[in-house]
């Protein structure tokens, strides 16, 4: 079982940056890929970036690519995002998930959610 707990969520102007944090409970987390995820009002939760469990792989989608940067700190239990340039249309919960096989850009990827933290990007 891996309990997270996503943090650095808030309220920015665009063209600011914020950077997410999400600590996961447990030993094994440098066996688990990474993922973040983000669900705007009315809108379906969707994928923001994977990172492998070593960390060598990482995939963004395309909206974020070049603003968002994912890593991973396996001694600290930690996977970060990086978010530059941020955008109104970034307003979103954002949630990290872990998954004890691949990862994906699925939800169903993935074995175990954090709570959500807000980020709200004003115009």
């Known amino acids: 079982q891996v309990q997270l707990v996503e943090s650095g969520g808030g309220l920015v102007q665009a063209g600011g940056s914020l950077r997410l944090s999400c600590t996961a409970s447990?030993?094994?987390?440098?066996?688990?890929?990474m993922g973040w995820f983000r669900q705007a009002p009315g809108k379906e939760r969707g994928f923001v970036a994977y990172?492998?469990?070593?960390?060598?792989?990482?995939r963004y989608t395309d909206s974020v690519k070049g603003r968002f940067t994912i890593s991973r700190d396996n001694a600290m239990n930690t996977v970060y995002l990086q978010m530059n340039s941020l955008k109104p249309e970034d307003t979103a919960v954002y949630y990290c998930?872990?998954?004890?096989?691949?990862?994906?850009?699925?939800?169903?990827?993935?074995?175990?959610w954090g709570q959500g933290t807000q980020v709200t990007v004003s115009s």
């Open positions: 990172i492998s469990f070593g960390g060598r792989s990482t």
């Open positions: 998930a872990a998954a004890r096989v691949i990862g994906g850009t699925e939800e169903y990827d993935y074995d175990y």
């Open positions: 447990g030993r094994t987390f440098s066996s688990y890929a």
